[in-house]
């Protein structure tokens, strides 16, 4: 199984919940399809900076 990992934020706006929509669209028409979510928490640029927590997408190769 090939599978593919992406952030894609934490944001809820209509305009970013469009976006989302045509990315997994876009993701589907190259041959994946969405598996499921993993919230991480991201460090600053070589553990230095402000971290905080992004979504990241899981798709899977069909």
């Known amino acids: 199984m ?7 934020g934490k944001e809820f706006s209509n305009r970013a919940l469009d976006a989302l929509a ?6 589907h028409s190259q ?3 969405f598996h499921s ?6 460090t600053g640029c070589m553990g230095f900076g402000a971290s905080g927590t992004t979504i990241l997408a899981v798709f899977e190769k069909i």
């Open 2 to 8: 090939q599978y593919l990992v992406e952030p894609i």
């Open 22 to 27: 045509s990315r997994l669209s876009a993701k």
């Open 31 to 33: 041959g994946y399809r």
């Open 37 to 42: 979510t993993i919230e991480v928490t991201q």
